[in-house]
């Protein structure tokens, strides 16, 4: 079973707040993701790492940032939350090569009130 | 544009029917293909993926799925379902260096 760790799982904050969502994995996989997932619909990727110091925006344009200063921590940040920013927030990671699957972490729910 | 379509958003079968989800994909390059299952409340897993030889790859549980490149499908399937499939499944092609997803179907199983 992969071990890769999302902290928290759920969230509830207010608007404006400062929200750092957690992502490690100890596989020392390079490759890192974060997606997006609202109910019912795909899973849409805003950042991924290829490395220590890599970032690259996905897909979906998104507010939040994110850092890779070590390869198992992959935080997202987000400086003001706002309620457009609630949903599920899902970390990934995944070893070379295409034919390798990502890996999941059980996500976080966030809400913004 | 790089795009994966599941035909059904919802499927609803009982104990012991087959199971056919359908997957459509569009990529220009080396297609490496994955099924995800997310049981509810839990991560999501790999059920199973293709990368190159026999089309017909299977996978954990009983699944499988056949590639066939003419119809640029990637069909999921299962003879006989249980209750515990209830799940949602995605299907996803691996693009330029990231993981292309469809909007996943949800399967509900009735005892």
């Known amino acids: 079973e992969a071990d890769i760790y999302q902290t928290p799982r759920y969230l509830v904050i207010g608007t404006g707040k400062k929200i750092t969502l957690e992502c490690s994995q100890t596989?020392?996989?390079?490759?890192m993701y974060w997606y997006q997932q609202d109910p019912g619909m795909e899973l849409h990727l805003i950042h991924y790492s290829y490395g220590v110091n890599s970032t690259e925006k996905g897909d979906l344009s998104s507010e939040s940032t994110v850092s890779r200063i070590r390869t198992e921590h992959f935080p997202l940040t987000l400086e003001s939350a706002r309620p457009s920013h609630t949903s599920q927030y899902l970390c990934a990671s995944k070893a070379g090569g295409n034919y390798q699957p990502q890996h999941f972490g059980d996500g976080t729910r966030l809400s913004i009130l | 544009a790089q795009s994966v379509s599941q035909h059904n958003h919802h499927v609803i079968l009982s104990e012991a029917a087959s199971l056919e989800l359908g997957c459509n994909y569009s990529y220009g390059g080396t297609v490496n293909l994955f099924w995800y299952v997310q049981y509810p409340g839990q991560h999501l897993q790999l059920l199973l993926k293709y990368f190159s030889g026999d089309p017909l790859v299977k996978g954990i549980k009983g699944f499988e799925a056949e590639f066939i490149k003419s119809k640029f499908s990637f069909n999921l399937r299962k003879p006989s379902v249980q209750w515990s499939d209830t799940a949602e499944y995605f299907c996803?092609?691996?693009?330029?260096?990231?993981?292309?997803f469809g909007a996943g179907t949800r399967l509900a199983v009735h005892p």
């Open positions: 996803a092609v691996m693009g330029y260096n990231k993981l292309i």
């Open positions: 596989m020392g996989h390079d490759k």
